[in-house]
């Protein structure tokens, strides 16, 4: 049973390294440049291949100019070596040179503890369940590699795997108590790398023509919300975003300069709602109109747009409050009325002659904005594919092509008004969201982006015109799936609208949205919380501390009294056995360590003849349990235990 | 003694378990963090870095669970020390410069297995043992040897670092065996047969002496030369002893003054166990003299083994 010792590392266990490379590592081919992926696959399959046929792996001078090699490569892809992606791509790489160059137990460990980071990284990309099974799957496969390892041979692979869930299984109270009690910091250590928060899709704050139809066709949610009365009806949820003045004939822009202060009246009660808004890197807080008492650290600017003083490169809770009634800066800055008068010279000649033909009429304001829509509701198609527009974008839109999303709605409008003498803005945001009926929350999609014009009419302030409303009134009432005809390219998540498809998605979203809140979303303040209802209202660190102490030494003690002390099930007919012992103990007759239950049957009759059948009985029953042939004699045993009484 | 010695002792097992079975239990196991799993805690501490600075809500789980695993697996390797049974057993005697083996007997009354278990009674040469759950494994402990005499199993360290390697426990064993170390055989023409110089040569063939009557047995003869048939005629008499023509002609005496004095202790003993040795493999009868010491000429394997053992005791 016994083998010389050594370091070497044996040629079976290498198989769970090339496991564990691939487990840790190939999740991040969705997110890394081809060749990279490809790169560290030929690697990983020359490291196989070499395992294979048992070959030599490669010398020094042919690692060092590889590594070199993937180096340079990151440093093109990248400019950086370091950073958030720059450093995944490297640790790759890492990991399948360090395959080429598995000689001792030590190489394999570097492999383990380098796999147990990778495992880490992926984080960086995704935090949803399917991402945290994986890898905690990918967990139980590397420390089923740590044991097969450490085991050497005699640890089949199927007992590694068993014994590594079992460990990880053990491991998990500690994780829960460490991750309740362990004190939160919140906020980055240090300067994170620019790449830190790169690829969040979202609002812009610019619009062109193409920006807001390329976002509809995205399913993925812009943020969730849960009213603390009733949901509104759906055609007064406008979410505002970041408010849009100034034209240069294709793209509208946020004015850069100082604004004036904002002067809201509320005309009904406000409503209070928490919003879970999912990082987008900018800093608006896409609040429902109109905002009003705002969480610490936002504000909101002169044009309503409420904004976080730090961009949301995370996922954020908001608690808000809002008026859906509203009267906004009726009396407002001349400069900023004048602003939104101005239109680029030159462009757009049919559509500002329009506008000054409407003016010069002497039309109301009222009625010019009628008949404007007016115009939209007649023969113009809402569509997410709309023709490519020229010089003159408005000009073609509103007299030729007359097809088109809420961008163009909204920007051909607005330089209508402008063009007739009204002062007008694009408002960026969304409108609208889908209801949840499982947990109540409403969620509102990037499908969900619209844009909407703003004019400023004298003694009612700014009022909130939605042209795309006068083409395609279903699309605020309903919702985009239904404003559009099938075979529009929107997410099929949200076309597909068959019932049990609904439901699913429902669920599914519920699950999300609670992993969200509850596990991802827990916090310094949800800390704070759960402490208090454990009675410790305003606990420090050293509180936690030696909370933190107290439990794990008691999950400590707990695990070690259950892994050492379990003692292997005794043999039920020796158990009955020594019942009968102590009955006879009882009577001053000791059973001596080495005497038969024969001889001890022999001793009993001459000690205590009154006793001698039935202990004799209860002998030959025992004999016949323990070493008889049939399997079950243990009925008879009971019954003579039971008689000697 | 000094505390500090005390202290030592009571710790490191310094002193001999005896010859019973000995059971190992937690104050005789020490575990400390490994290499590996100085790595492996390094790495942690970076990934809570991570964690906290990227703000990852599953980075910190990770981590957690990680740092329980770590802990999980200190309690699994004292575990798979914890509660081991260990009994000493025999050794066999060997030559000077071969490797003694002791035999321990390790049993393992748990259901599951324990793996990877290290011997260690000298620097460098561990043997692994495994022992199946409800199994028991002998494990032979090898030791070189360089001189003669008895041989003391020195305290042996029993480790483990099964199952993750980010702890290493272990445990001192002074179970008390000790191994008949013979001198080493020094090859040398074997002296002339005393004390008739016409040695004839010794077929060795077996059946070929010629038989040539009986003798009163004397002490120093052996058991085996004993005729007990013809003793069992005369019930009265005294036991007999064979009588070979020419028996006494390979009668050898393997004294220590035969060997020469200009030679130090050392060679001249190990001159005497390469003639045993010799005088074995011919098949001879043959005594051994010493200072002080007197074996009577006999032959086969535990004669020559008596003849081992007293040269390998020898203190001229």
């Known amino acids: 049973m016994s083998t010389p010792a050594s370091e070497a590392l044996d040629r079976q266990a290498t198989p769970w390294l090339f496991a564990t490379a691939l487990a840790t590592t190939a999740p991040h081919v969705l997110h890394q440049p081809p060749w990279l992926s490809a790169l560290a696959g030929l690697l990983l399959f020359w490291a196989t291949w070499l395992w294979w046929r048992d070959q030599r792996l490669p010398g020094r001078w042919i690692l060092l100019p590889l590594v070199g090699a993937g180096c340079a490569g990151i440093l093109i892809e990248f400019h950086t070596l370091f950073g958030r992606d720059a450093g995944v ?38 935090q949803s369940i399917p991402t945290g099974l994986w890898l905690l799957a990918s967990m139980c496969l590397v420390t089923g590699t740590l044991i097969r390892l450490h085991g050497g041979p005699a640890s089949t692979p199927r007992h590694s795997l068993r014994y590594a869930t079992l460990l990880c299984l053990q491991a998990v109270p500690f994780m829960l108590v460490l991750y309740l009690l362990f004190p939160r910091i919140s906020g980055p250590l240090w300067g994170l790398p620019s790449d830190a928060h790169a690829g969040m899709t979202g609002l812009s704050d610019t619009m062109s023509p193409g920006s807001i139809s390329n976002l509809a066709q995205s399913a993925d949610i812009a943020f969730r919300v849960r009213f603390d009365g009733a949901i509104p009806p759906k055609q007064k949820l406008y979410w505002r975003g970041p408010v849009m003045e100034t034209f ?66 995370e996922r954020q809770r908001f608690r808000l409050s809002a008026t859906l009634d509203y009267r906004f800066n009726t009396s407002e800055d001349p400069l900023t009325l004048r602003r939104n008068l101005a239109l680029p010279t030159e462009l757009n000649p049919k559509t500002r002659s329009l ?219 020796r158990q009955l056995w020594q019942k009968a012992l102590r009955h006879l103990a009882r009577r001053q007759v000791d059973c001596a360590p080495w005497e038969t239950p024969l001889a001890l049957a022999q001793r009993v009759q001459e000690r205590h003849p009154e006793l001698a059948d039935a202990f004799q009985r209860l002998a030959d029953a025992y004999l016949q349990a323990r070493y008889g042939r049939s399997d079950n004699n243990l009925k008879a045993l009971r019954e003579a235990v039971a008689q000697l009484r | 003694m000094g505390i500090l010695a005390k202290l030592k002792q009571a710790l490191f097992r310094w002193r001999s378990d005896g010859t019973a079975p000995l059971r190992l239990g937690q104050r005789r196991i020490f575990i400390i963090p490994s290499r590996g799993g100085l790595l492996f805690a390094v790495a942690l501490i970076v990934m809570l870095i991570g964690a906290i600075n990227y703000n990852l809500a599953l980075g910190h789980a990770l981590v957690f669970m990680l740092a329980g695993l770590g802990i999980v697996g200190m309690i699994h390797t004292f575990r798979n020390l914890f509660d081991l049974l260990i009994t000493p057993g025999r050794c066999e005697p060997v030559f000077a410069g071969e490797t003694a083996h002791f035999l321990l007997t390790l049993d393992n009354q748990r259901g599951s297995p324990r793996l990877a278990l290290e011997l260690e009674a000298e620097a460098g040469k561990p043997v692994i043992a495994s022992i199946d759950g409800k199994g028991s494994a002998k494990i032979n402990i090898p030791l070189s040897t360089a001189k003669r005499g008895w041989l003391e199993l020195p305290r042996v360290r029993l480790s483990s670092r099964y199952p993750l390697g980010l702890f290493t426990a272990w445990a001192y064993l002074q179970p008390a065996m000790r191994c008949l170390v013979y001198p080493q055989p020094i090859a040398s023409p074997l002296p002339a047969a005393s004390p008739l110089p016409a040695g004839g040569e010794r077929s060795g063939d077996g059946g070929q002496e010629d038989f040539a009557g009986f003798r009163e047995r004397q002490p120093a003869d052996s058991p085996r030369h004993i005729a007990w048939k013809a003793s069992a005629h005369h019930p009265e008499g005294p036991l007999l002893i064979k009588q070979f023509a020419g028996g006494s002609q390979n009668e050898l005496r393997l004294d220590w003054l035969l060997t020469d004095p200009a030679l130090n202790h050392e060679t001249r003993i190990g001159i005497l166990a390469g003639w045993v040795l010799a005088a074995e493999a011919a098949d001879m009868h043959y005594g051994l003299s010493l200072p002080k010491l007197e074996l009577a000429p006999d032959g086969g394997e535990r004669h020559c083994q008596r003849c081992l053992e007293a040269l390998a005791l020898f203190q001229p």
């Open chain 1, 248 to 313: 240069d004939g294709t793209t509208w822009r946020r004015h850069e300069g100082r604004l004036p202060a904002e002067r809201v009246e509320n005309l009904s009660p406000p409503i209070s709602y928490e919003t879970t808004l999912e990082a987008h890197n900018q800093h608006w807080l896409l609040a429902l109109e109109a905002p009003n008492a705002l969480p610490p650290e936002t504000s909101l600017n002169g044009t309503l747009t409420a904004a976080s003083r730090r961009a949301i490169t």
């Open chain 1, 355 to 573: 506008g000054s033909q409407w003016q010069a009429s002497g039309m109301a304001p009222k009625a010019m904005i009628d008949k404007a829509l007016g115009m939209f509701a007649s023969d113009f198609t809402y569509t997410l594919r709309p023709p490519l527009l020229g010089r003159n974008g408005i000009d073609e839109f509103l007299f030729q092509s007359r097809r088109g999303f809420c961008e163009h709605y909204a920007a051909a409008f607005v330089v209508l008004m402008r063009a007739a003498g009204i002062p007008a803005r694009v408002v960026g945001g969304y409108q609208g969201g889908e209801h949840n009926p499982l947990d109540g929350y409403l969620v509102v999609r990037q499908s969900d982006a619209h844009a909407w014009a703003e004019v400023w009419l004298n003694g009612q302030g700014w009022v909130r015109i939605d042209p795309t409303a006068a083409v395609s009134p279903s699309r605020i009432e309903t919702g985009i799936a239904d404003a559009l005809p099938f075979g529009e390219p929107l997410p099929a998540l949200v076309q597909w609208r068959a019932d049990w498809v609904r439901t699913l998605r429902y669920r599914w979203e519920a699950i999300n949205n609670s992993w969200n809140q509850q596990v991802l979303g827990y916090d310094m303040q949800r800390q704070r919380e759960l402490l208090s209802r454990l009675g410790l209202p305003d606990a420090d660190w050293r509180n936690l501390a030696s909370l933190l102490g107290i439990f794990c030494s008691l999950l400590v003690a707990a695990l070690t009294a259950w892994t050492l002390y379990q003692r292997p099930k005794r043999d039920p007919a």
């Open chain 1, 89 to 126: 791509a490297m640790l790759v790489v890492f990991m399948a040179m360090k395959l080429l160059e598995l000689k001792s137990r030590r190489d394999a460990m570097v492999v383990v503890t380098l796999g147990y980071f990778l495992l880490l990284t992926h984080y960086f990309y995704s």
